[in-house]
């Protein structure tokens, strides 16, 4: 029998408590008074399952959670240590001085192809700088001995063309709101 018809409406019509007292007396009434909370507490306790479930479910999937990080940390840790093994301080070393032994080998053999050979390494860099700089004054006297060469003409101004007046701005009002025109602010 459902709770509500103990206090309420029943498909007979009236209450279950009110047909009690009217039949039964005082006895039925507490009977069924006593029905009804036991259905109440029944309801409680159903609703506190439910609650303790529910909160199974957080904790589980906190777990789950949890469980999904430790495995990601792992899986990270392990593939990070395989790596290690792969490599070490004394193989990178060796590898850095293979570098540098490299790189050294190779200013070298730069420096050494660089460097004149035969006729080319006799010269003499000043004796060769102050020639360069004999001649180069011997050019600049003849340049300034010689005669100056025809000016080229120069286009002379149409002198039929009218001249265009530009009106001067009497103060920096009139400037500032011609160049608003000009902007078509």
Known sequence: ??????????????????IKKKKG????A????????????????????QLRVHDQMIVLEGAKATTDTIDALRTGSSAVKSIQQSLSVDDIEKTMEQANEHSENMRLIQD??????????????????????E???E????????????????PLPNQNQPKRETPLPASNV???????AEMAL
Request: with cysteine.
């Open 174 to 180: 009139d400037e500032l709101a011609a160049l608003q």
């Open 1 to 18: 029998m459902p709770i509500r018809w103990l206090v309420g409406p029943n498909p007979s019509g009236g209450n279950d408590l009110e």
């Open 112 to 133: 050494a192809l660089a460097t004149p050979a035969g006729a080319a390494a006799d010269f003499d860099e000043d004796e060769l700088e102050a020639e360069l700089e």
């Open 25 to 28: 007396g005082r006895f039925a």
């Open 139 to 154: 050019e600049l006297e003849e340049e300034l001995l010689q005669p100056p060469s025809a000016v080229p003409a120069a």
């Open 135 to 137: 001649l180069e004054g």
């Open 30 to 49: 507490i009977q069924c008074l006593k029905k009804k909370k036991l259905y109440e507490a029944q309801i409680e306790q159903l609703g506190n399952f």
